[in-house]
């Protein structure tokens, strides 16, 4: 059976951690905590193992994003639908993605807020394939888990 290294970035409090716990079926709506360095967790999947590096948003741990992604099949940058933080985004995908061998996707999350941009217009201006979602709803957990499949294969 494979198994598979995908990773999560994005600024902080994008939902990383969110979207892995709904990739896990966890549905805990347990206090909301920033990750700190680096959360792994296995996930199966119809293709084999998945596991999923949730890495911490805040600037302070950005530095080691580069030794994260080391090996991993595919990069996926969660964006929380907010113009600024689409921008922030734009620049993350610069400095840290331009030399990356994994395939790299993003994840318009937080698409139930009202200032949202749409996907479409996300990934114009990130440049990336682009998901809308919505990350604490449960019934979102076997699409998410199908976009990732799809870009596993």
């Known amino acids: 059976m494979n198994a ?3 990773v999560m970035i994005g600024e902080a409090s994008v939902g990383k951690t969110t979207l892995t716990k709904l990739l ?3 549905h805990s709506l347990d206090e909301r905590k920033p990750t700190i360095g680096v959360e792994i967790s296995k996930v199966p ?3 084999g193992n998945m596991c999923v590096w949730d890495l911490a948003g805040q600037k302070r741990f950005q530095f080691m994003w580069k030794e994260f992604m080391r090996g991993s099949k595919l990069t996926i940058v ?3 639908s907010t113009s600024s933080n689409v921008m922030l985004t734009k ?5 840290h993605l331009n030399n990356s061998a994994a395939k790299v996707i993003a994840i318009a999350n937080k698409q139930d807020l009202q200032n949202r941009m749409t996907p479409t217009s996300i990934e ?3 440049g990336v394939p682009t998901y809308g979602m ?3 709803v449960q019934d979102n957990d076997l699409r ?5 499949e799809r870009h596993l294969e």
Request: aromatic share 4%.
């Open 91 to 95: 620049d993350l995908i610069e400095r």
């Open 24 to 26: 896990k079926s966890d």
């Open 4 to 6: 598979y290294k995908t």
């Open 45 to 47: 999947t119809s293709l």
């Open 124 to 126: 114009a201006a990130l």
């Open 78 to 80: 969660v964006v929380d």
């Open 134 to 136: 919505v990350g604490t």
């Open 144 to 148: 998410l888990r199908q976009i990732i």
